[in-house]
C-alpha cells in the first residue's frame, strides 16, 4: 500500500479513544522527539504509537435522497471500523436566478486561487463567504478546497470524508481558517447539531451583538431569546 493511501487510512487511539486520523508527515513521538517523514515509520513502530488501520462499514442506502454520516467508531484490537448511518439529504436550495449565478460563479473563479494563495486580506474575504457551498457531514473534501462554517471560510487542509466530531473550529490538523479573527458574523441557521452555535459564540443579529448561552443553540434569538444574551 502506498504510503499517502496508508496514511489516509489509519487512525491513532489512545487511552481507548481516537485522538488523531491521517498520518502526518511530521509528528511527535510517545518519547517527546519530533521526526519528519512520520508517515513513512515502519507499521510496527505506528502500531507501538498508538496507530491502527481503518475499516469503513457503510450501509446501503439511496443517494437521490440519502447520504452516509459518521455514526460512531468501533475500536479492535487490530483496527479501527469506522460506522457510517444513512439520513436524508436536506431539502433542495429554490433555483437560483441564472444571471445571479453566473455572478457567483465569476466571483468564485476570480477570487478562489487568491484565497489559497493568501493573495486577499482576510477582511476582504469576509463578504465572500456566504458565495462559498457550506460545509457539509459526511462529504468527500480535498486539499484545497473552500467552504463556510459559522459565518467563517476554511480551506481544507488534508483530503478526508468530514465527520460531526470533528468540527473545522477545533481542528487545525485539516481545516485552516481564512477569515480574520475577531470579526462577529451574522447569524445564520445551523444546518444541524454540528454547525450549531455553542456557549462563548457571538452574532450579529438584526443589528445586535448576541453571545450563545448554551451549546448546540440552533435557533436566532428572536426563535429563542433564553438561548442569547444581548451584548450590546
Known sequence: MASNER???????????????????????SDGRWVSNYHLLPEDKLKAEGWLPVEENKPDFDPDIERLVFSHYEILDDKVIVHYKAEN????????DP???AVRSAVLLFT?????????????????????????IGREYKAGDLFAYKGELYEV???????????P???ESLYKVKTPE???????????????YDVGDM??????????????????????PEGWELVE
Do not use: C
Request: hydrophobic share 30%; charged share 35%; net charge negative.
Open 182 to 196: 475577531g470579526v462577529i458574523k451574522e447569524w445564520e441557521q445551523p444546518a444541524g447539531s454540528y454547525d450549531a
Open 157 to 167: 487542509v488534508q483530503g478526508h470524508t468530514s465527520q460531526e466530531d470533528w468540527k
Open 169 to 171: 473550529d477545533e481542528n
Open 7 to 29: 496514511g489516509d487510512n489509519m487512525i491513532r487511539v489512545k487511552d481507548g479513544q481516537v485522538v488523531q486520523r491521517n498520518l502526518p508527515k511530521t509528528g511527535k513521538l
Open 112 to 136: 478562489t486561487e487568491k484565497i489559497r494563495a493568501d493573495e486577499l486580506d482576510p477582511e476582504d474575504i469576509v463578504p465572500l463567504v456566504r458565495l462559498y457551498p457550506v460545509y457539509e
Open 89 to 96: 439529504r436536506p431539502a433542495p436550495e429554490p433555483e437560483q
Open 203 to 224: 452574532v450579529e443579529f438584526e443589528g445586535k451583538v448576541y453571545e450563545s448561552v448554551m451549546d448546540g443553540n440552533v435557533w436566532s434569538p428572536s426563535q429563542y
Open 99 to 101: 444571471e445571479a449565478e
